[in-house]
Nanobody
Framework: QVQLEESGGGLVQAGGSLRLSCAASGRSSSYAMGWFRQTPGKERELVAAISRNGDSTYYVDSVKGRFTISRDNAKNTVFLQMNSLKPEDTAVYYC?????????????????WGQGTQVTVSS
């Protein structure tokens, strides 16, 4: 089992940057990690994911070239660097852990969730 805690959200102007962090209790290196986001009335969307050893990543098309997911297994932490932010990136961002990137993409298997952090991008 793993517990996740996000930090780094906030208010930023369009074109700005934010870096989200997700600290995991337990051994996060046993899990693929991902960042989802959700806005009111919409389904939670996988934004980015990274494999257990960091050699494979996934990005939704809308963030490719702007967001970068990374992880530090020694510190049980995963990051999401968000650059060139747009108002449409505004959402609650959730950190998630599952056995594989495929599980995160398919929303299959058991997923652990953080409590979420708000990101607001003003125009």
């Amino acid at each position: 089992q793993v517990q996740l805690e996000e930090s780094g959200g906030g208010l930023v102007q369009a074109g700005g940057s934010l870096r989200l962090s997700c600290a995991a209790s337990g051994r996060s290196s046993s899990y693929a990690m991902g960042w989802f986001r959700q806005t009111p009335g919409k389904e939670r969307e996988l934004v980015a994911a990274i494999s257990r050893n960091g050699d494979s990543t996934y990005y939704v098309d809308s963030v490719k070239g702007r967001f970068t997911i990374s992880r530090d297994n020694a510190k049980n932490t995963v990051f999401l660097q968000m650059n060139s932010l747009k108002p449409e990136d505004t959402a609650v961002y959730y950190c998630a852990a599952a056995l594989s990137v495929l599980d995160l993409r398919r929303r299959s298997g058991h997923t652990y969730w953080g409590q979420g952090t708000q990101v607001t991008v003003s125009s």
